[in-house]
Nanobody
Framework: QVQLKESGGGLVQPGGSLRLSCAAS????????MSWYRQAPGKERELVAT??????NYADSVEGRFTISRNNAKNTVYLQMLSLKPEDTAVYYCNATRLCAVYWGQGTQVTVSS
């Protein structure tokens, strides 16, 4: 049974930081590209960052502030978020993709507010 379980969300002040984690099980984690998406109220879900075996990619809006990483031994992907802004407020989702296989987590809420 495939599971993606996000954690680490919460309420943080502007300029603060958070580290999201996504623990995966039920598939061969190391062979999948892992991504973080987010969806703000009233907006479409958008890609934040992706990490494959050799490369990382970021949305322009988070480049230089967010870092995606993975630990294949722990079947976990992370998103380190620095210098958070109110516009980063959203539900953050973990995604695993390989060819036609696409898996999603349930999401974790990140709220950036003073």
């Amino acid at each position: 049974q495939v599971q993606l379980k996000e954690s680490g969300g919460g309420l943080v002040q502007p300029g603060g930081s958070l580290r999201l984690s996504c623990a995966a099980s039920g598939f061969t984690f190391s062979t999948f590209a892992m991504s973080w998406y987010r969806q703000a109220p009233g907006k479409e879900r958008e890609l934040v960052a992706t990490i494959s075996r050799y490369t990382t990619n970021y949305a322009d809006s988070v480049e230089g502030r967010f870092t995606i990483s993975r630990n294949n031994a722990k079947n976990t992907v992370y998103l380190q978020m620095l210098s958070l802004k109110p516009e980063d407020t959203a539900v953050y989702y973990c995604n695993a993709t390989r060819l036609c296989a696409v898996y999603w987590g349930q999401g974790t809420q990140v709220t950036v507010s003073s």
